[in-house]
């Protein structure tokens, strides 16, 4: 079976090989058809050996955690032969800790998850993957071209769950958002912000290319520019950069009573000048909160899954700039200014 891989902690190991054996049983009872999977940074990272771990002694890693493929068979009975899919990401731990054991693994306390592609578990860019039944996400028959999506919706989904529920510390009735980012998590960010009909606005520097009319596509604001300069104190910000002056600087923008979910990851290594004291006060004398998001748990999936089957699909399409075969991956992860999200197709 051919898939791609690397050898975790050897930078720019990646290949496309044609020896992999069928996925093990115990990877899960529903056997899946690779369709496609979505390229994006965390694949980066892992190539250049930044983290990600291999699930047994020969170090190999399938790699590729934003899947979208058919089902071929389910000894459960659960799932049907041709219903369209993805993979839930993450799995608890095995201890397991408090929130794992309620299906909260998203919010895992000890560090013993495992996630498919990046941590201990193989992941989706292979022919043929298997999911346990409970890990399986369906898809609407009409997302087969986008359904790669729904693990990056996922984690916008979750960001919006803990705005929502932050926000009934009080009246909660925000009115603009502000996205810094316009990358795949920003724009999918900004399309949950218009289906809650609240004023969107998204901030990114490019000033070209495909972004400003996908902004526009959802009926929201682009900017380009610093933060300081929007002309407004966004209710709610959703950073999707991880770069730290944008950081410090929304933080900063927010409005009185604001909320700033943290979904961009930084490199760190970088020193940044901050009045740390000045910031502490200000969030605190307007009642601010600023938290980090990351991954999804089961219920965020299937939330993602209904925004994407309620999104304008010609949009949707639109954010997938460059679908490239399997077999041309290193096509896949270069670095293209106009790239929105790629995708591998294991389909042709």
């Given at each position: 079976?051919?898939g791609?891989i690397v050898e975790?902690?050897r930078?720019d190991?990646?290949?496309?090989v044609?020896?992999?054996?069928e996925?093990?049983?115990?990877e899960?009872q529903?056997l899946?058809?690779a369709?496609?999977v979505?390229?994006?940074?965390t694949?980066?990272?892992?190539i250049a050996?930044?983290y990600?771990?291999?699930?047994?002694?020969?170090?190999?890693?399938?790699?590729?955690?934003?899947?979208?493929g058919?089902?071929i068979?389910?000894?459960?009975?659960?799932w049907q032969?041709g219903?369209?899919?993805?993979g839930?990401?993450r799995?608890p731990d095995?201890v397991?800790c408090?929130?794992?054991l309620?299906?909260?693994w998203?919010m895992?306390?000890n560090?013993?998850?495992?996630?498919?592609?990046?941590?201990?578990?193989h992941g989706?860019?292979?022919?043929?993957w298997?999911?346990?039944?409970?890990?399986?996400?369906a898809?609407?028959?009409a997302l087969i071209?986008?359904?790669?999506?729904?693990e990056?919706?996922s984690?916008?989904?979750k960001a919006?769950?803990h705005?929502e529920?932050?926000g009934?510390?009080?009246?909660?009735?925000?009115?603009t958002?502000?996205?810094?980012g316009?990358?795949?998590i920003?724009?999918?960010?900004?399309?949950l912000?218009r289906?809650?009909?609240?004023?969107?606005?998204?901030?990114?520097?490019?000033?070209?290319?495909p972004?400003?009319?996908?902004?526009?596509?959802?009926?929201?604001?682009?900017?380009?520019g610093?933060?300081c300069?929007i002309?407004f104190?966004p209710?709610?910000v959703?950073?999707?950069t991880?770069?730290?002056?944008?950081?410090?600087q929304?933080?900063?923008?927010?409005?009185?009573?604001?909320t700033?979910?943290l979904t961009?990851?930084?490199s760190g290594?970088?020193k940044?000048?901050?009045?740390?004291?000045?910031?502490n006060r200000?969030?605190v004398?307007e009642n601010?909160v600023?938290f980090?998001s990351?991954?999804a748990?089961?219920?965020?999936?299937?939330?993602?899954a209904?925004?994407?089957?309620?999104?304008?699909?010609d949009?949707?399409?639109a954010?997938i700039?460059?679908?490239?075969?399997?077999d041309?991956?290193t096509e896949?992860?270069?670095?293209?200014?106009?790239?929105i999200?790629?995708v591998?197709?294991?389909?042709?």
């Open positions: 079976m051919r791609l975790a902690g930078a190991s990646v290949r496309y044609d020896d992999l054996p996925p093990d049983e115990s899960g529903v899946v058809q369709l496609a979505g390229v994006c940074g694949d980066r990272e892992i050996a930044e990600g771990t291999a699930p047994g002694p020969d170090g190999r890693l399938v790699i590729g955690h934003e899947s979208l058919r089902v068979s389910d000894d459960s009975g659960r032969p219903e369209l899919v993805a839930v990401v799995r095995p397991p408090v929130n794992c309620v299906g909260e998203d895992c306390r560090g013993q998850y495992v996630e498919c592609g990046i941590k201990e578990r989706f860019a292979r022919e043929r298997r999911v346990e039944p409970d890990f399986a996400v898809l609407d028959p071209e986008v359904g790669m999506l729904l990056p919706t984690i916008v989904a919006w769950e705005i529920r932050i009934l510390r009080a009246r909660y009735d925000p009115r958002v502000l996205v810094t316009a990358g795949p920003g724009l999918l960010a900004a399309l912000g289906q809650r009909d609240l004023e969107v606005h998204v901030l990114d520097r490019a000033d070209t290319g972004k400003p009319d996908l902004v526009a596509g959802l009926g929201a604001t682009y900017h380009t610093s933060v300069d002309g104190q209710d709610l959703l950073e999707c991880g770069a730290p002056q944008v950081i410090a929304v933080i900063d923008q927010v409005g009185p009573n604001g700033v979910a961009g990851v930084s290594g970088r940044l000048a901050l009045d740390l004291g000045g910031l200000d969030m004398l601010n600023v980090g990351v991954n748990n089961l219920r965020h999936w299937q939330e993602a209904h925004a994407l089957r309620s999104a304008d699909p949009w949707l399409a954010l700039t460059r679908r490239v075969p399997a041309h991956y896949a992860l270069e670095n293209r200014p106009d790239d999200k790629v591998l197709d294991f389909a042709s």
